[in-house]
């Protein structure tokens, strides 16, 4: 994370109740996005993610991923989703789900003071930070980018799917990192 995203400025540590450390690493921004902060997971990647339905998960086969959240900064209090993406990390160990990119996850309550989100879609990984390579027969690192949806986009997502509802943030020219921004018009 640090050759991608720099050197984090913050960090904070949570752990849950028969699961591992989770930690989450605040990245200033810095050259031409200035203006961009980064929140990123560690520790959600040191156990595989096991299918639900297994009667005994593999400690070693499955597969692994971070969390990225990336906002504008100074917009609105987000250094408060530290808490809420510990949680969102801890959802493999606690919940027994494989969080995958097309994925909603769900917080229960607003992402920080004043979101318009409790919920966030997993994106595609790939473009910020590369997959980490780890001795086989451990599958990868995946660094799986957060999108922060409204409630009304995460009903019309659960109903026309991840790739609808990206083609209609595309379409409007949404920005994602936006921390106060509307919901996109679902009409």
Same mark, same amino acid.
């Given at each position: 994370m640090r050759s991608s995203l720099g050197e984090p400025d913050a960090r904070a540590a949570v752990t849950f109740l028969?699961? !591992?450390?989770?930690? $989450? &690493? /605040?990245?200033?921004?810095?050259?031409?996005e200035g203006d961009i902060v980064?929140?990123?997971?560690?520790g959600m990647s040191s156990q595989p993610m096991a299918d639900p339905t297994?009667?005994?998960?593999?400690?070693?086969?499955?597969?692994?991923?971070?969390?990225v959240l990336s906002v504008r900064a100074g917009l609105? !209090?987000?250094?408060? $989703? &530290? /808490?809420p993406l510990a949680v969102l990390a801890a959802s493999p160990q606690v919940e027994?789900?494989?969080v995958a990119p097309g994925a909603s996850l769900d917080v229960g309550e607003t992402l920080w003071p004043g979101a318009p989100f409790t919920s966030v879609l997993v994106a595609e990984p790939g473009g910020l930070?590369?997959?980490l390579e780890l001795d086989a027969p451990l599958d990868p690192v995946r660094?799986?980018?957060?999108?922060?949806?409204t409630a009304n986009e995460a009903a019309w997502k659960r109903v026309h799917g991840a790739p609808a509802l990206q083609e209609r943030w595309l379409t409007h020219g949404t920005d994602l990192r936006d921390p106060s921004r509307r919901s996109v018009p679902l009409g």
């Open positions: 028969g699961t !591992d450390r989770i930690e $989450v &690493l /605040r990245f200033p921004g810095g050259g031409q980064r929140y990123a997971t560690l297994a009667v005994l998960a593999d400690p070693v086969k499955g597969p692994r991923a971070e969390l609105a !209090d987000t250094d408060k $989703v &530290l /808490r027994g789900v494989i930070v590369e997959d660094f799986l980018p957060l999108l922060p949806m």
